[in-house]
Structures are given as structure tokens and as C-alpha cells.
């Protein structure tokens, strides 16, 4: 499937008549609500999976490769809106940047000086604890943080933690994935090769592993553009869903590290297991999307409540682990004890949340800001006219809706 910025068509009134489509037949108010707590309920996830490790807990099950499972959740669904935003809202390269980097830089500044200042905490309260456990993620600080930031913390294998701040790994690969997509969609046939090819340079092949479910979320999002709502069909992707679900709980979380072992793909050695869950995700998806007119009223009374959660989902996903840090560091509570984790479990959710209210409203501060600097860099008017893809090779003169 070729993905286009006007969907599955080109030009003129077909072009119009796709983005209508995907603008007001997919994403209805009950589709929305359910992508809202499908994206909440994976962020919950990862924290409960992380909060069964070790450092923080003995006598629970092991949950740690339910977070993986939410990670190519989260990778369907980032795929799956991204293509929407960029058939709805931001229409060229220059507009999709500034929107992308906003909504990152809004939660990952405040996650690096949140990680920063709760590891220095952990460590002078119990140096041990800290050390046995992410000592080797505290060397070369400034190093980190700047691959962090620039999204090259998994380039080539190499996973660069920042500090104690695992989950960070993920951006490492979700963010290339924007631009492999920009790039391919917004650019002409000669930049678009050069620049998709000097990405592979920067970030190395192993990413493409995982790539798989980025793609298929969007392209997902052009299926469903063209699969009316059908009870038969969402029953049996819910059955479809429920049995690949059971599957998952009966291998615990596992579903096909044990067959074949490439450790040597870092992040990406589990992708086996990504792609299965991957389907099941879609498949998921696929049964709310035909069933939504049957279940909308249900849905629709959660609005509000999936509007509030929803939007600290982020924010969850990137500050949870060094909050889980800091309090075993301050508290020393027993690992065995349920009613302690829960608590631990419930007051770091809190937090993230209150967090998420200074943070992610800051999303159109960090848009402003970046155009500012933007107008600022040397030659402008070129860098602007390359973002906004009106500068071909060749010619500056050719227009600027034209696809490769």
C-alpha cells in the first residue's frame, strides 16, 4: 500500500474527498474515545509490568513482558494517529516537524530533569540499591542526555539509557519512525531517497525491526477508511483478538522469545513477539471500528474521563520509573507486601498525572518556540521553503502540492 499525503488518492477533488473521509467517517467521537483509553490503559501497563521487576517487588508474577507488549501497542497506535494528523491537520513537512518535536520535547525536557534530580536523590539515600541496579546507566550524563534528546539513544544497538529512565529506549525508535514517514510522504521522489537514507545512516537498520507495527497503524488507518461498520466482522476480530489474548496470558507475556534468540538485535530481539501482538492490536481496533454504532452510547459516557486520562498518558509512560526509584529509595517499603505496592503503584500514577498538568500544556509553548528558532536559523527562507517541501532538486519553482 502507498502512502500519499491525501491517502490512497493524489489530487484535486479525490484528494478532498479522502481527507472528508478520514476526518469524519473514522474517527467518530466513540472511535476516539476508545483510541483514548486503549492508549491509557497500555501506559498503566508498562507501569505495572516495571513495578513487578525486582528493584521494586518479590512475590508478584512477572509482568515485565506485558510492558513490552504495550510498547508495540503504543507503536500501532502512534502509527495509526500520526497518519491521521497528517491527512487532517499538518499538511506539510514544516508543520508536521514543529507539531512532532512540540509534543516530544513538552514531556521528554521535563522527564530529563525529573530523572536527573530523583537519581541524585536515590543515590545519596541509598547508593547501593542505586548502583547495583542502574550503575552503569549513570556514566557520561551529558552524553546521554544529548542522545536522548537528539533520538539516536538506540542507534546501531547501542542502548544509551538516560540514567535509571529505561522506557526512554522507545522514543529512540518512534521518533525516526515520524521522519522515515515525513519523509516518505511529504518530500519528492530525489530528496525523499537521499533523506530516508541519511536517517538509516544516523540511526542504523536494526530500527526497521521494529518498524513493522508503526507501519501497519497507519496503514491500518487507510483499511478502515474503506471497511464499513459490520457486526459480523467486529465479532469475529474480537474473537480473533481474544483468542490471541489467551494465547498471550497462557505463554505469560512471551509469546516467541523462546522460539528463536537474536540477542544480538538489542531492543529489537523480541520483535517476533511485537509483530504477533501487533496483529492483535489491529485486530482489536478493527472490532471497536465495526462495532462503534452498537457500543457509541457506552463510549460516549466516558468521554470526559478518557479526555482527562488520556492526556497524561505520555507523561505516565516517561516520568513512572524514576518516581518508582526514588520512593524505594525514600520509603525502603516491603517488596513482598501487596498493600504497599499498590500504594506505590497508585501514588506514582498521582503524580505523573499532576505532573502531566504542567507539562503536556505546554504543548503549543513548545511550538511557538520552535518556529521562533526556526525563523532564526541562517538562511531561512531556504531551510523553511526545504521543511515546507516547496524547494525541489534542481528548481525552487515547482509546486509545492506536488507527490512523489
Not at 467486529?234 to 537474536?262: E, Q
Request: proline share 4%; aromatic share 16%; with cysteine.
Amino acid at each position: 500500500m502507498k502512502l500519499s499525503a491525501c491517502g490512497l488518492t493524489r489530487h484535486g477533488s479525490k484528494c478532498k474527498r479522502a481527507l472528508y473521509s478520514a476526518k469524519d467517517d473514522l474517527m467518530t467521537p466513540g472511535m476516539s474515545v476508545f483510541l483514548d483509553l486503549l492508549r491509557f490503559f497500555a501506559a498503566v501497563t508498562v507501569v505495572l509490568g516495571h513495578l513487578c521487576q525486582g528493584p521494586f517487588s518479590t512475590g508478584w508474577p512477572n509482568f515485565a513482558p506485558l510492558a513490552a507488549l504495550s510498547v508495540a501497542t503504543f507503536f500501532v497506535l502512534s502509527g495509526f494517529v500520526i497518519r491521521y494528523v497528517s491527512l487532517n491537520r499538518d499538511h506539510q513537512l514544516f508543520d508536521f516537524t514543529i507539531a512532532r518535536l512540540a509534543r516530544i520535547y513538552s514531556v521528554l525536557v521535563p522527564a530529563i530533569v525529573i530523572t536527573a534530580a530523583a537519581d541524585t536523590v536515590s543515590y545519596y539515600l541509598d547508593h547501593a540499591y542505586y548502583l547495583s541496579n542502574w550503575g552503569d546507566n549513570a556514566t557520561w550524563p551529558l552524553l546521554r542526555i544529548l542522545a536522548c534528546l537528539t533520538f539516536v539513544n538506540e542507534a546501531y544497538g547501542y542502548d544509551i539509557s538516560l540514567f535509571s529512565n529505561v522506557p526512554t529506549w522507545s522514543l529512540g525508535y518512534e521518533v525516526p519512525f515520524y521522519f522515515f514517514y515525513a519523509f516518505a510522504v511529504f518530500l519528492h521522489k530525489g530528496r525523499r531517497v537521499v533523506a530516508i537514507g541519511l536517517c538509516m545512516i544516523a540511526t542504523g537498520p536494526h530500527l526497521f525491526v521494529l518498524m513493522p507495527p508503526w507501519i501497519a497503524g497507519a496503514c491500518l488507518f487507510d483499511v478502515l477508511r474503506k471497511v464499513p461498520p459490520s457486526s459480523r466482522l467486529g465479532a469475529l476480530s474480537a474473537v480473533l483478538f481474544g483468542c490471541i489474548a489467551f494465547a498471550t496470558f497462557h505463554s505469560r507475556f512471551d509469546l516467541a522469545s523462546h522460539i528463536y534468540s537474536f540477542h544480538w538485535l538489542g531492543k529489537s530481539a523480541q520483535f517476533l513477539t511485537y509483530y504477533i501482538w501487533t496483529i492483535a492490536t489491529c485486530l482489536l481496533i478493527l472490532s471497536i471500528h465495526c462495532l462503534e454504532p452498537h457500543i457509541r452510547g457506552i463510549l460516549l459516557q466516558m468521554k470526559k474521563v478518557s479526555t482527562i486520562l488520556s492526556s497524561s498518558t505520555f507523561s505516565i509512560y516517561l516520568y513512572h520509573f524514576p518516581l518508582l526509584v526514588l520512593v524505594y529509595s525514600i520509603w525502603h517499603y516491603d517488596r513482598g507486601s501487596t498493600a504497599a505496592k499498590l500504594l506505590v503503584f497508585g501514588s506514582v500514577l498521582i503524580s505523573c498525572f499532576v505532573l502531566s498538568r504542567w507539562t503536556e500544556a505546554k504543548k503549543r509553548s513548545w511550538a511557538a518556540g520552535l518556529r521562533w528558532i526556526a525563523s532564526q536559523v541562517p538562511a531561512a527562507p531556504v531551510w523553511e521553503s526545504v521543511l515546507h517541501g516547496r524547494f525541489w532538486l534542481g528548481s525552487s519553482s515547482l509546486p509545492s502540492n506536488r507527490q512523489g
